[in-house]
């Protein structure tokens, strides 16, 4: 492995060590012309993928060279060309780079500007020095299980770095916890007519809070380095929201159950069903919703959705919680 994964290359800027000695292919070209164009220009680097672009120098597709080479030569390259291409913005680091290694395992990334003009690439060369090896590697997982792994030493902070990147976003599990109990203390009349509320409070915020950091960890890969896809998240929250209410229904139908089978009172039993069902189902919409957010106010979603999303969480779980103890609980 290279020396190029130091903590000081890491932060560099990925458009220091890209190639721009790349071949700008036409989606409008043939698999002749195409082959023409390439010989003429004949780039020095290897070759992994031939990149399209339009008119204006915006991607628009990618070619694997495999592809090209076993197409019949009139095939037009808009033909076989695949238009969903993963981007590297030019903004990003050396460290974010290597991410995109990891995450979608290819061999080479475009860098685009804010326009999508391609700007350059970057290869795997940047990360390993075994050039010769790697082309005649038929397995390329073990490339990029030591590109992960010399990624995760090289962001082992020091403990008090740690402490300052983490402790501010920890901040919102104390604020989210002090307004819970703000909320407990605004139900108290409630909770004294019906103590079994109390005693399953716990179980109903665990319940939404287990599904919130599932939802979290299933919206994070999408997120790595892209800008918000807002379609994409109404999308994603419709199918996550209609999760989180099956799930919710069917935790809310077993605590119920065995609320209604200890206590005997079926509106106490209603209200944790009740409870459990409504806050499994924001527990996942908020799980997805907060690194999407994160991610459009440009913070670090790895780090501040867990904390953020929980706190979050457990607000709006005890006000549907209390709220229907309020409702169905009898008065006196």
Known sequence: ???????????????QHMRDDFVQLRADQTVAQAFEQIRAKQPAGRIVYFYLCDAAGRLIGVIPTRR?????????????MVANVIVIPHTATVLEACEFFVLHRFLAFPIVD????????????????????????????????????????????SPIDSFRQRFPWLTANIV???LAAFLAGLFDAELERA????LFIPVVLAL???VCIQSVSLALPSLHFRPVDWTEYWSRLSR?????????????????????????????????AGGVCGGVTSGACLGLSAPTLLRFLRRDPQVAAGPVALALTDMATLLIY???????????
């Open 208 to 210: 939404a809070e287990s």
């Open 68 to 80: 090209l080479l076993l197409s019949q030569p009139d095939r037009l390259l808009s033909d076989i």
């Open 114 to 157: 804010g326009e999508q003009r391609m700007i350059g690439l970057v290869d795997v060369d940047l990360y390993t020095q075994e050039r010769s090896d790697l082309d005649l590697r038929e397995e390329s997982d073990t490339l990029f299980q030591l590109i992960g792994v010399h990624l995760a030493d090289s962001q082992q902070a």
């Open 195 to 198: 103590v079994a509320l109390a």
């Open 322 to 332: 209390l709220n229907l103890a309020r409702w169905l609980l009898p008065l006196g």
């Open 1 to 15: 492995m290279a020396d190029y994964l130091r903590h000081d290359v890491l932060t560099d800027p990925v458009v």
């Open 176 to 178: 989210g916890g002090i």
């Open 240 to 272: 996550e929201s209609i999760t989180g209410l099956i799930l919710g229904g069917a935790c809310g139908l077993a605590v119920g159950a065995t609320a209604l089978g200890w206590i005997g009172q079926w509106h106490i039993a209603l209200c944790i």
